[in-house]
C-alpha cells in the first residue's frame, strides 16, 4: 500500500481542523438564533447531532438563564429566603441558598418544565443537616425539603412572579411531610452587564 505525502497532509489538517473547531451549533431553516448541539452516538448507528436547550422559535423569551430570586412568607414583604438560581435549558435547575449556612446545606436542585407560554412549574429537592451531628453515620441529615414553584415569566424575559411550597420529609423520605412555608417569589434575570 502506497501512502502519498499529500493525502497525509490533507488528513492530519482535517483532523486539526477538526479537534481545534468550536462548539457544534445545529440551526434549523431560517431561524435568527442558532441552538447548540451536541454529538449522540447512537447504539445502532454511528451517531447524530442532536438539539439541545428550549426551542423558541415562537418568538418566546427562555427561564433558562441565572436569577436573584427572593422567597416571601404569604403576600408579606417578609422573606423567607433568597438566593441565586440557574434555571438550565435542558430543563434542570441549581439553587444557593442565601438563608442557609454551608454546613447546613445551602444549595439544592430542580427539574422544571414549561405549562404554558410564560408559565414554569420547578420542584427543588434539597437535603438538610444538623452540623452538630456531622459526625454522625448519616451526617447529621435531619430532613429532605421539596420546595414547589409555579412562576410566570413576563414578556421581555427579565422578570419572573409566582408562588412556592416548602414541604419537609424525615431523613428518609417516608412518611407525610410537614409544610414549614408557602408564599410568593420573586426573580430577577442576571446578566453579565
Same mark, same amino acid.
Given at each position: ?13 482535517? +483532523? ?11 440551526? %434549523?431553516?431560517?431561524?435568527? =438564533? ?18 439541545? !436547550? ?14 436573584? =430570586?427572593? +422567597? ?24 444557593? &441558598? ?7 446545606? $445551602?444549595? %439544592?436542585?430542580? =427539574? ?5 407560554? $410564560? ?21 447529621? @441529615?435531619?430532613?429532605?425539603?421539596? @420546595? ?5 415569566? $413576563? ?12 414541604? =419537609?420529609?424525615?431523613? &428518609?423520605?417516608?412518611? &407525610? ?9 420573586? !426573580? ?6
Amino acid at each position: 500500500m502506497k501512502i502519498s505525502l499529500k493525502s497525509t497532509a490533507l488528513g492530519l489538517a482535517a +483532523f486539526g481542523a477538526l479537534a481545534i473547531a468550536a462548539p457544534a451549533w445545529a440551526g %434549523c431553516g431560517d431561524a435568527p =438564533v442558532k441552538s447548540p448541539a451536541m454529538f449522540e452516538k447512537g447504539q445502532t448507528d454511528s451517531g447524530r447531532f442532536i438539539r439541545v !436547550g428550549n426551542d423558541n422559535s415562537q418568538g418566546q423569551a427562555s427561564i433558562a438563564g441565572l436569577w436573584a =430570586v427572593n +422567597f416571601y412568607i404569604g403576600q408579606t414583604q417578609t422573606k423567607f429566603d433568597w438566593g441565586f438560581a440557574a434555571w438550565h435549558s435542558d430543563g434542570t435547575e441549581i439553587m444557593n &441558598s442565601g438563608t442557609r449556612a454551608p454546613s447546613t446545606e $445551602n444549595f %439544592c436542585m430542580g =427539574v422544571w418544565a414549561q405549562t404554558g407560554g $410564560n408559565s414554569y412549574q420547578l420542584t427543588h429537592y434539597a437535603l438538610s443537616y444538623d452540623p452538630t451531628k456531622a459526625a454522625a453515620a448519616d451526617g447529621g @441529615i435531619n430532613g429532605r425539603v421539596v @420546595i414547589r414553584e409555579w412562576v410566570n415569566l $413576563n414578556g421581555r424575559g427579565t422578570q419572573f412572579t409566582g408562588t412556592y411550597t416548602v414541604d =419537609v420529609y424525615a431523613p &428518609s423520605g417516608l412518611g &407525610s411531610p410537614t409544610r414549614i412555608a408557602q408564599g410568593r417569589i420573586t !426573580g430577577d434575570r442576571l446578566t453579565v452587564n
